[in-house]
């Protein structure tokens, strides 16, 4: 049982590239998540998912962009990457949130540490 | 003002030692919150839950007070190996949605 896999680990890019960073989960969670956590600072919600076809903004989602085409995948992209989005990405899931908060933990993928210079 | 608030630290104890950090929250509604441990910026990992009255798994309390909105972390017998970062965890105001604190520091010294 793998849980979250995130690809890449690392990742330099110049600016106004583009990349994908994957992440896929094989724990049939219906809840995914992207944040960001930079220096010093707690994680970030960037896009979440709360099933297949559905998709919705986090607390800093400009200069990014998801799809959720499977229940198992959500990839995050970068389009044009800038220097403030210099940062560890971090892929979670989790069961269906709506019963209850406390039985629905956040599993994580193991991060994606992106460099843009 | 943050849905959840957490002092950033940190806190640096001798082994042995008691330490406990709280956890402030915005969203009166909250019912239940994670408290999660991170090393060095690895992947967060789930430490415990919090709902109700608390909870207690070993060296580690965590405590829930509604009437003034905070959750507690307890550590008992801080070991080296307790060094790392703690992280509060609540849903968003209006929905389920986990937003995280900061985070709080602990350094545990010989």
């Known amino acids: 049982n793998a849980g979250v896999t995130q690809t890449p680990k690392f990742r330099i890019l110049k600016i106004g590239q583009s990349m994908t960073l994957q992440c896929t989960q094989d724990m049939n969670h219906n809840y995914m998540y992207w944040y960001r956590q930079d220096p010093g600072m707690g994680l970030k919600l960037i896009y979440y998912s709360v099933g297949a076809g559905i998709t919705d903004k986090g607390e800093v989602p400009n200069g990014y962009n998801v799809s959720r085409s499977t229940t198992e995948d959500f990839p995050l992209r970068l389009e044009l990457a800038a220097p403030s989005q210099t940062s560890v990405y971090f892929c979670?899931?989790?069961?269906?949130?709506?019963?209850?908060?406390?039985?629905?933990?956040?599993?994580f993928g193991n991060g994606t540490r992106l460099t843009v210079t | 003002r943050k849905e959840v608030e957490q002092d950033p630290g940190p806190f640096n104890v001798p082994e042995g030692a008691t330490v406990a950090f709280n956890c402030t929250y915005s969203n009166s509604a909250s019912q239940s919150f994670f408290w999660y441990r991170q090393d060095c910026r690895k992947e967060p990992k789930l430490l415990m839950s919090?709902?109700?009255s608390g909870n207690e798994d070993g060296r580690f309390t965590a405590q829930l007070n509604r009437a003034s909105q905070y959750i507690s972390l307890l550590i008992r017998d801080s070991k080296l190996s307790d060094s790392a970062t703690y992280l509060c965890?609540?849903?968003?105001?209006?929905?389920?949605?986990?937003?995280f604190g900061r985070g709080t520091s602990l350094i545990v010294h010989p």
């Open positions: 979670a899931s989790s069961y269906d949130r709506t019963i209850t908060f406390h039985n629905s933990p956040l599993h």
């Open positions: 965890v609540g849903p968003v105001s209006g929905s389920y949605i986990p937003t």
């Open positions: 919090v709902y109700s």
